[in-house]
């Protein structure tokens, strides 16, 4: 049963430390989605990615958020220096990128971080 | 812009009692509709989508949604509620030219025995 996975599932942190979030897209999927969830915004989209390559990343704060695909098998979100607004659940999501836009997309279970 | 809106953060039935979860959309151009569906603790997992074929649309876990473009609508129903339907429901639409989709707010849907 081909999944998603994330890690860590869980981060505290405190204000000013750095953040990693990682994820495993389901193999052979070749686009890759990270989102944010917070009781106030909803699901946000913060990048996305397509063969490794970053096609839109307008929801995401430029000046303390980095996402990167260094291989296939994995994407990095990263958060510098965190502030306590970015305490939310993070999720990584993949898709097969070959019907675009109609795809379905299959989520990972997220990373739940408070930053405090 | 594409924009979707569901009505009711917040929907409760009884456990056999018809679901209705509302969804409208706001689109210039012929949409793709998707319900999600999130568990608690989980991540969203898709239960339909509509991508212009057959305007009545099942999915899993006897759900189903009509897409109705007079009503610019795509409601998700259930005929009986299962106190395992509890979870949280996203409408989410895009289209052909894009590259992304779009989430609604979600509809938390509990079931009382």
């Known amino acids: 049963d081909a999944r998603v996975t994330q890690t860590p599932r869980h981060k505290v942190t405190e204000m000013g430390q750095e953040v990693t979030m990682r994820c495993q897209p389901i193999l052979g999927h070749n686009t890759v989605f990270w989102y944010r969830q917070t009781m106030m915004q909803g699901l946000e989209l913060l990048a996305y990615?397509?063969?490794?390559?970053?096609?839109?990343d307008s929801g995401m704060p430029k000046d303390r958020f980095s996402a990167e695909m260094p291989d296939a098998t994995l994407a990095t979100l990263k958060i510098q220096p965190s502030e306590p607004r970015d305490s939310a659940v993070y999720f990584c999501?993949?898709?097969?990128?070959?019907?675009?836009?109609?795809?379905?997309?299959?989520f990972g279970p997220g990373t739940r971080l408070l930053v405090l | 812009a594409q924009s979707v809106t569901q009505l009711g953060s917040h929907v409760s039935v009884s456990e056999g009692a018809l679901v209705l979860l509302r969804c409208n959309y706001s689109s210039s151009v012929p949409p793709y509709l998707f319900w999600y569906v999130q568990y608690p603790n989980q991540g969203l997992q898709l239960l339909l989508k509509?991508?212009?074929?057959?305007?009545l649309v099942k999915g899993i876990n006897g759900f189903e949604a009509e897409f109705k473009k007079s009503e610019t609508s795509f409601h998700l129903t259930k005929p009986s509620a299962h106190m395992s339907d509890a979870a949280e429901y996203f409408c989410?639409?895009?289209?052909?030219?894009?590259?992304?989709?779009?989430f609604g707010s979600g509809t938390r849907l509990s079931i009382r025995p």
């Open positions: 989410a639409v895009g289209y052909s030219s894009a590259s992304k989709i779009i």
């Open positions: 509509y991508t212009s074929a057959a305007t």
């Open positions: 990615f397509r063969n490794r390559a970053p096609l839109d």
């Open positions: 999501a993949s898709g097969p990128g070959l019907a675009g836009v109609q795809e379905t997309q299959y």
